[in-house]
């Protein structure tokens, strides 16, 4: 009911930036919060921040200072602004949102990830 689709990563050397976008759609009625997690090979999938619909944002004590979320409610949008990046930051980086869904009459609760996108940090 809800699709996530990421754009923006790829290769980059250390020291590098990059910015990631996830865009929301479907039948949603609102979006509490919209998070960034990335996983890489080998380890567990891990909080790197999230940023709720009022703006408020927590980051993981690895990327604070160098990363920053931001969103744009307007277009059920989130952005990750990935800025000194070290080869520590390589992963698989997922996109998450959790808000409610208005169809068939009702409201439902959601909670859904998009598909993921590599970024990889490497000279």
């Known amino acids: 009911q809800v699709q996530l689709v990421e754009s923006g990563g790829g290769l980059v050397q250390p020291g590098g930036s990059l910015r990631l976008s996830c865009a929301a759609s479907g039948s949603i009625f609102s979006i509490k919060s919209m998070g960034w997690y990335r996983q890489a090979a080998g380890k567990q999938r891990e909080l790197v921040g999230y940023i709720t619909s009022g703006g408020s944002t927590n980051y993981a004590d690895s990327v604070k200072g160098r990363f920053t979320i931001s969103r744009d409610n307007a277009k059920n949008t989130v952005y990750l602004q990935m800025n000194s990046l070290k080869p520590e930051d390589t992963a698989v980086y997922y996109c998450?949102?959790?808000?409610?869904?208005?169809?068939?009459?009702?409201?439902?609760?959601?909670?859904?990830w998009g598909q993921g996108t590599q970024v990889t940090v490497s000279s």
């Open positions: 998450n949102a959790d808000g409610i869904l208005y169809y068939s009459g009702s409201y439902h609760d959601f909670n859904s």
